[in-house]
Each structure stands twice: as structure tokens, then as C-alpha cells.
Nanobody, 122 residues
Framework: QVQLVESGGGLVQAGGSLRLSCAAS????????MGWYRQAPGKQRELVAA???????NYLDSVKGRFTISRDNAKNTVYLQMNSLKPEDTAVYYC????????????????WGQGTQVTVSA
């Protein structure tokens, strides 16, 4: 009943920029934290950036100063602006949300987008 739809991935050259978007829809009462994870070949999935409903952010050290996470609460959408991209940023990026549905008394964090491929070439 809750869906996360991602967009914005693609192929860019090193130093370029991409903006990822993730829109949540369905039987949503409220959303607490939202975040972006990524998984590169042969590596574990890692948290790239997260943002709470109040706007507090957290970033993976390697992307600090280059990536910016933001959200539009009215649209239930989270964004990831990625600048100065490097080849090591290449991965599948997944949106995650901590959502309370209209039928639940508490939040659940097991909502994921389908993943969007980001490829950074040299």
C-alpha cells in the first residue's frame, strides 16, 4: 500500500552532477526519516544520506560536501543532489523511508524503492 518510486539515475562523466528523486505514495499517515542507500558491485549496501522529518541530515563521509539530501514533505518526496561525481560513486541507489501507514500505530522502515543505476565514467 506504500510505494517508493525513484528516478534520476543515469550515466555521467566524472565531475558531473545528477539529482535523484524518490516519491512516496499510498496509504501514508506520516513519514519520519528518509534516506538514500547505495550498493556497488561486490560491496555491501551502505547509507549515503538520511534526513529526518525535522530536517536533520547525516552523510556518508566520502560524500560530504558533494551530495545534498533534501525533502519536500508536502509531496512526500526526497531528493539527492549529487555534485562532483566520482567513478567510485557508481552504484545502484535505493530510496528508503520510515513510514507510518494510515492503518498502523507505528513506523516501519522496510519500504524501499526499486533502485536506480548511477554510473560515473572517467
Amino acid at each position: 500500500q506504500v510505494q517508493l518510486v525513484e528516478s534520476g539515475g543515469g550515466l555521467v562523466q566524472a565531475g558531473g552532477s545528477l539529482r535523484l528523486s524518490c516519491a512516496a505514495s499510498g496509504s501514508i499517515f506520516s513519514i519520519n526519516a528518509m534516506g538514500w542507500y547505495r550498493q556497488a558491485p561486490g560491496k555491501q549496501r551502505e547509507l549515503v544520506a538520511a534526513i529526518t522529518s525535522g530536517g536533520r541530515t547525516n552523510y556518508l563521509d566520502s560524500v560530504k560536501g558533494r551530495f545534498t539530501i533534501s525533502r519536500d514533505n508536502a509531496k512526500n518526496t526526497v531528493y539527492l543532489q549529487m555534485n562532483s561525481l566520482k567513478p567510485e560513486d557508481t552504484a545502484v541507489y535505493y530510496c528508503n523511508a520510515d513510514v507510518r501507514s494510515v492503518t498502523s500505530p507505528y513506523y516501519r522502515s522496510d519500504y524501499w524503492g526499486q533502485g536506480t543505476q548511477v554510473t560515473v565514467s572517467a
